[in-house]
């Protein structure tokens, strides 16, 4: 015996589904020919940098830290160059270079293209104290480290007075721990609570 079933009647005896959502779209090539250091940041401690690069239709590129393109070869084109090293001057800060030219497989060459960054490999100087007094008086220590100073509740705050000519301030760490161990990135700010979990000598370390 066969059962036949039948599938109708008013709208509300079906509950439909909603449809799949529809998948991401196909990250498209790039479009210009460029190239780019460190994701377009303005500078860098760390001569050391990566490079994107777009040279849509490319087989290969040259890069160089010279304009001239003096000792650059061609070489197969990739989208990323990791540990690229600039041309630097002792600790002397000014704009760095990076060249590129593109060539497609029936040997057009395209470029040149450039991008630049500053190199500032000097760092932030200045002095950090529990009591603001201390950072009064236009002189500023050699150290970050701060004479001893007591505090009879679990709360306090860390004043910094730091400094830098070239690249500014950003971001900061500061830790009870002097290799900064689990210390987090944070805006920099002039004034940092703190908070004692025991109590004892604890020697607070900024890094700016």
Same mark, same amino acid.
Do not use: K
């Given at each position: 015996? !066969?059962?036949?079933?039948?599938? +109708?009647?008013?709208?509300? #005896?079906?509950?439909?589904? @909603?449809? %799949? &959502?529809?998948?991401?779209?196909?990250?498209?090539?790039?479009?210009?020919?460029?190239?780019?250091?460190?994701?377009?940041?303005?500078?860098?401690?760390?001569?050391?940098?990566?490079?994107?690069?777009?040279?849509?239709?490319?087989?290969?590129?040259?890069?160089?830290?010279?304009?001239?393109?003096?000792?650059?070869?061609?070489?197969?084109?990739?989208?990323?160059?990791?540990?690229?090293?600039?041309?630097?001057?002792?600790?002397?800060?000014?704009?760095?270079?990076?060249?590129?030219?593109?060539?497609? !497989?029936?040997?057009?060459?395209? +470029?040149?293209?450039?991008? #630049?960054?500053?190199?500032? @490999?000097? %760092? &932030?100087?200045?002095?950090?104290?529990?009591?603001?007094?201390?950072?009064?008086?236009?002189?500023?220590?050699?150290?970050?480290?701060?004479?001893?100073?007591?505090?009879?509740?679990?709360?306090?705050?860390?004043?910094?007075?730091?400094?830098?000519?070239?690249?500014?301030?950003?971001?900061?760490?500061?830790?009870?721990?002097?290799?900064?161990?689990?210390?987090?990135?944070?805006?920099?700010?002039?004034?940092?609570?703190?908070?004692?979990?025991?109590?004892?000598?604890?020697?607070?370390?900024?890094?700016?």
């Amino acid at each position: 015996m !066969a059962t036949l079933g039948f599938w +109708g009647g008013a709208g509300n #005896d079906v509950t439909l589904q @909603p449809p %799949p &959502p529809p998948p991401p779209p196909t990250p498209q090539p790039c479009e210009f020919y460029s190239i780019s250091i460190n994701n377009g940041a303005l500078f860098t401690n760390d001569p050391n940098v990566s490079l994107n690069l777009c040279g849509p239709g490319a087989n290969w590129m040259m890069l160089s830290n010279d304009g001239g393109f003096t000792g650059a070869s061609w070489q197969n084109f990739t989208s990323t160059v990791n540990g690229w090293t600039l041309t630097t001057y002792g600790a002397t800060i000014l704009p760095r270079y990076v060249y590129a030219r593109y060539r497609d !497989a029936a040997g057009q060459i395209y +470029g040149n293209f450039f991008d #630049d960054i500053i190199y500032d @490999p000097t %760092p &932030p100087s200045g002095a950090a104290a529990f009591d603001p007094r201390q950072l009064l008086g236009g002189g500023q220590r050699n150290s970050m480290l701060a004479p001893m100073f007591t505090v009879n509740q679990t709360q306090a705050e860390l004043f910094l007075s730091v400094s830098d000519d070239g690249s500014g301030l950003d971001e900061m760490q500061v830790s009870f721990s002097p290799d900064f161990d689990g210390a987090v990135w944070q805006d920099y700010t002039g004034i940092v609570p703190v908070t004692f979990t025991e109590d004892g000598v604890h020697r607070l370390h900024a890094l700016p």
